[in-house]
């Protein structure tokens, strides 16, 4: 059988979009021309992929709604227009494999009949993770897949992922005093993109965006109260009431029967126009046609991201109706505490226990499946069967309330860490006595400034000029110089002569930064440090400029003698007396013997309970490879720690710091 052949209609698409839709100035550039591009290319590469977002009401159906009736006669009631819904589609998470292959079955079917056929994936971010990975040869550059060609279809994703985001960006626009019609789409679409693939959800660590086959992220804009008002207008003509809409005071009840944001300035419309329902209203017999407007119970689904749900509000009637028909506003529920029995107490907690029993999946369940795949899918199985367990356990603990048994503290590498007897208590004479006569003392008495010099390879190359030029804005009080031909003994005399303190040698392999020498001086010690990971400032998203104020210093997770030696090495490098008014901040976060560096600036907010942080950089990873007394001696010098991985590094569970 022929695929049937469909002649879209671009004209009343344009009006459609133009003329219904309120407020979404973005939606109207990019949906349309998008649209009318697709459907007239003769040969196009790939199926059109459009990914909306916004808060609940803000027009994501509607738009898609107007597509799927510009396309076929019968609009979204056409055999040939999908429309899935996570929530009642696959409400089971356990059940992804059959998912799976069900999606691809009824999309396979649909385009097989009508290449021109439309899928609209309602509550995307509600999905089970990966289903959508299902159909990414579907959306891919394939002229065919299964022998049909999909290159014609459309598939909308629609998902209030970013919904905060938009919130956010268009209420900063509007307090600007600038009009939202300036907004463009590159303010949004990144944004967008990182929280649909970072975020829990059907997207999360998606092909369909690492692969780029999502063509549009369109934001859908919060509505502002006049946006609200011409929904309204559009409702009451539509219900053949034109002379409501002249009513001032009637459409005035309507639109303060609603729950705006934010707090103080109430500037947009918490649920859009998605919670206007008609209803009729018994005021008298002559006005029994009456239309009022009320708001529908709310959802809860467009306030994932932050803003406080709106209380029901129901528009009445000004003469009293039976008891039996009023509705009655449920502004919280109360929860009844109900108490258990011995008997049922037993049986939860015998539930509670089974629920800890290992899955018992292995490899010769997925026999059916190909050997390169058995591994995955057992992961997988094994994954879900963990997540079912705890989700069990949770429900189990509510039930119980006080009587739930304590939590069990998550079993990490760091909490199964394997004994070491250099560990150090917090009060510790012994440690405390060689700290105060190490050679760090004279330090942390305030008998010294710290003073460094920053050398770097002989004939180093730019990349490694510029992490130093990085180091000398992070570290005060601190000297570049350019290294020639020089010995490092000789370089370590002549800084002793000039009162430094410390002295870092940046190397370098294949043009780019790969080591560090730390020497203290004038006594030592000196460390050798690998750096991975390394992030200059301008490669940050965010950044912010460095300044000369004397930083805090933060070292964190330093628990063994050695790793006591290594904090208070690092420690040496920057100045006393933080100076607070700069607000910045140096770290030096020690994990499984990864030394991770950052910078930052810190902001507290109004109500001075938290903080923002803005990175200044540069940001990388050191790895502590050895530790000799004394200043530099490649040849005679004394080590008292090296990293011998294949001896040392027997259990994943050991650390040295």
């Given amino acids: 059988m022929s695929p049937i052949r469909v002649l879209p209609r671009t004209r009343p698409l344009d009006a459609d979009i133009a003329n219904l839709l309120y407020g979404q100035h973005l939606v109207k550039d990019v949906v349309v021309n998008s649209i009318k591009a697709h459907w007239f290319n003769e040969s196009p590469r790939k199926p059109l992929v459009l990914s909306f977002h916004g808060y609940t009401g803000s027009g994501k159906n509607y738009v898609a709604e107007i597509i799927a009736n510009n396309t076929f006669k019968q609009g979204l009631r056409s055999n040939f227009v999908q429309h899935i819904v996570a929530t009642n589609d696959f409400p089971d998470k356990s059940k992804i494999e059959d998912y799976q292959m069900e999606l691809r079955n009824r999309i396979l079917t649909t385009v097989q009949k009508c290449h021109r056929s439309i899928f609209i994936f309602d509550e995307t971010d509600k999905l089970p993770e990966q289903l959508l990975g299902a159909i990414k040869p579907f959306l891919d550059y394939y002229s065919s897949v299964s022998g049909v060609d999909f290159r014609r279809s459309i598939f909308i994703l629609l998902s209030n992922k970013g919904g905060g985001k938009i919130a956010e960006i268009t209420l900063k626009q509007y307090e600007n005093g600038y009009p939202r019609e300036q907004l463009r789409l590159e303010s949004f679409e990144r944004d967008l993109m990182n929280f649909s693939f970072n975020e829990k959800?059907?997207?999360?660590?998606?092909?369909?965006?690492?692969?780029?086959?999502?063509?549009?992220?369109?934001?859908?804009?919060?509505?502002?109260?006049?946006?609200?008002?011409?929904?309204?207008?559009?409702?009451?003509?539509?219900?053949?009431?034109?002379?409501?809409?002249?009513?001032?005071?009637?459409?005035?009840?309507?639109?303060?029967?609603?729950?705006?944001f934010p707090e103080s300035s109430k500037a947009f419309s918490s649920s859009g126009c998605k919670r206007m329902a008609p209803k009729k209203s018994k005021k008298s017999k002559q006005e029994d046609s009456m239309i009022d407007f009320v708001e529908e119970e709310v959802s809860?689904?467009?306030?994932?991201?932050?803003?406080?749900?709106?209380?029901?509000?129901?528009?009445?009637?000004?003469?009293?109706?039976?008891?039996?028909?009023?509705?009655?506003?449920?502004?919280?529920?109360?929860?009844?505490?109900?108490?258990?029995?011995?008997?049922?107490?037993?049986?939860?907690?015998?539930?509670?226990?089974?629920?800890?029993?290992?899955?018992?999946?292995?490899?010769?369940?997925?026999?059916?499946?190909?050997?390169?795949?058995?591994?995955?899918?057992?992961?997988?199985?094994?994954?879900?069967?963990?997540?079912?367990?705890?989700?069990?356990?949770?429900?189990?603990?509510?039930?119980?309330?006080?009587?739930?048994?304590?939590?069990?503290?998550?079993?990490?590498i760091e909490s199964m860490r394997e004994y070491d007897a250099t560990m150090v208590d917090e009060q510790d004479d012994e440690v405390e006595h060689d700290e105060a006569n190490d050679e760090f003392a004279p330090y942390f008495n305030r008998e010294t400034t710290p003073k460094v010099m920053i050398t770097m390879t002989p004939k180093a190359k730019i990349t490694t000029f510029k992490f130093c030029f990085e180091l000398q804005k992070c570290i005060p009080n601190s000297e570049m110089?350019?290294?020639?031909?020089?010995?490092?003994?000789?370089?370590?005399?002549?800084?002793?002569?000039?009162?430094?303190?410390?002295?870092?040698?940046?190397?370098?392999?294949?043009?780019?930064?790969?080591?560090?020498?730390?020497?203290?001086?004038?006594?030592?010690?000196?460390?050798?440090?690998?750096?991975?990971?390394?992030?200059?400032?301008?490669?940050?998203?965010?950044?912010?400029?460095?300044?000369?104020?004397?930083?805090?210093?933060?070292?964190?997770?330093?628990n063994t003698r050695l790793g006591h030696n290594i904090a208070r090495m690092l420690a040496c490098l920057f100045p006393h007396d933080p100076k607070f008014t700069g607000r910045r901040v140096v770290t030096f976060h020690n994990q499984r013997d990864y030394i991770f560096f950052r910078h930052h600036r810190y902001e507290f907010k109004k109500e001075g309970t938290k903080a923002a942080l803005l990175e200044l950089g540069p940001r990388f990873t050191l790895r502590l490879k050895w530790l000799q007394k004394g200043t530099f001696d490649a040849k005679w010098g004394e080590f008292e720690w090296v990293l011998k991985r294949h001896e040392m590094e027997t259990s994943r569970r050991r650390f040295f710091l």
């Fill in 201 to 260: 959800g059907g997207l999360q660590m998606s092909e369909l965006i690492s692969n780029h086959l999502i063509d549009h992220f369109i934001p859908f804009l919060p509505l502002q109260r006049e946006h609200v008002k011409s929904c309204v207008g559009a409702y009451l003509r539509k219900r053949g009431r034109c002379d409501l809409v002249s009513d001032v005071e009637f459409v005035e009840r309507v639109l303060n029967s609603l729950q705006y």
């Fill in 481 to 558: 110089f350019t290294r020639k031909n020089v010995l490092l003994k000789t370089i370590i005399e002549q800084a002793k002569e000039r009162e430094f303190t410390d002295l870092l040698v940046v190397h370098e392999d294949r043009k780019k930064p790969n080591g560090i020498i730390f020497c203290h001086l004038p006594e030592g010690p000196t460390a050798y440090f690998k750096i991975n990971s390394l992030t200059f400032t301008q490669d940050l998203k965010k950044f912010g400029e460095s300044t000369a104020h004397f930083p805090e210093v933060i070292l964190n997770n330093f």
């Fill in 300 to 412: 809860g689904d467009g306030d994932e991201e932050g803003f406080e749900e709106a209380e029901d509000i129901v528009v009445d009637s000004e003469e009293d109706e039976p008891p039996k028909k009023k509705k009655k506003v449920i502004k919280k529920e109360v929860k009844q505490e109900l108490e258990l029995t011995d008997e049922k107490l037993q049986e939860l907690l015998e539930k509670y226990e089974a629920s800890k029993s290992t899955a018992t999946k292995t490899k010769d369940d997925f026999k059916h499946l190909p050997k390169s795949q058995r591994g995955k899918a057992l992961k997988r199985a094994l994954r879900k069967d963990k997540r079912a367990r705890q989700e069990e356990r949770t429900k189990i603990r509510d039930e119980l309330g006080e009587s739930a048994p304590q939590k069990e503290v998550p079993k990490t």
